[in-house]
């Protein structure tokens, strides 16, 4: 499994790395977004929606558990936005009935942490930090992709100023 990291000093770039993934997305993506309240888990789904051009605007799903966004151009692909916060720890994605929709789509999970693993076999963990002290912001990127795609993943972002880790 590939992990990469990049800091994002400005909330510009933790959205700037939204829409840049979203080009290497299929169908089918499943991304499981793990960090603290205020950490930018919305600002990056912003960022994806934009890439992926979908039917906006992309907000908190604080009342409802899943939101689908529709891609503006007949090609796109449809943003699925789940928000787990509220769900038991043990739910799988599965149990969310969206089987045929997220095969179709890419989807974005949002955690509070640690409780993505049994999700999906591919996915792309994406965790948001804040640093206590400095307040300085950090992406880490798990790649769960075949070698390829994560490569391909990866490639995305290091050209934004990421690095291995
Ligand atoms: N990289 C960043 N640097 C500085 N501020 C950020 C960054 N990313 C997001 N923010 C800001 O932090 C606040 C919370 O972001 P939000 O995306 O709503 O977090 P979450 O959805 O994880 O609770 C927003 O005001 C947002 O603009
Ligand atoms: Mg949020």
Known sequence: MRTVRILLPRAQ????LGVALARSLHPGDVLVLS?????????FTQGLGEGLGVRGPVTSPTFVIARTYPPRLPAGLALIHVDAYRLAGALELDDLDLDAEVAQSVTVVEWGSGLADRLSEERLGVTLTVDAATEARTAVLSLHLDPARADEVAATVLALGGEPC
């Open 13 to 16: 770039d933790t959205h700037s």
């Open 35 to 43: 960090g603290d309240l205020g950490a930018g888990k919305t600002t």
